[in-house]
């Protein structure tokens, strides 16, 4: 199974910046949107934040004012810029993508971690 591939996490203090990355193989056909979401531990996995390849983005309330997603189509990266961060906001994030042939992409989840 094609996975995407992530880095940029890892452990920060309270109000410090962290940006991950999300690398899609060129296996994978023309993408039309990526996501990412996040797991912390005992909770739902939830979505973060998305942006199409129109550049129409979606942000979760908690993370509005802190957190920018953008791309790169010209080699089908997501990044997801993180200011201001919260403990709240420790979790395992995952990179997802979405396809114009309808397929669905995760990465293997990158841990961040944000210490009070």
């Known amino acids: 199974q094609v996975q995407l591939v992530e880095s940029g996490g890892g452990l920060v203090q309270a109000g410090g910046s962290l940006r991950l990355s999300c690398a899609a193989p060129g296996s994978i056909s023309s993408i039309r949107y990526m996501a990412w979401y996040r797991q912390a531990p005992g909770k739902q996995r939830e979505l973060v934040a998305s942006i199409t390849n129109s550049d129409s983005t979606y942000y979760e309330d908690s993370v509005k004012g802190r957190f920018t997603i953008s791309r790169d189509n010209a080699k089908n990266t997501v990044y997801l810029q993180m200011n201001s961060l919260k403990p709240e906001d420790t979790a395992v994030y995952y990179c997802?993508?979405?396809?114009?042939?309808?397929?669905?992409?995760w990465g293997q989840g990158t841990q961040v971690t944000v210490s009070s």
């Open positions: 997802n993508a979405k396809a114009w042939d309808l397929g669905v992409y």
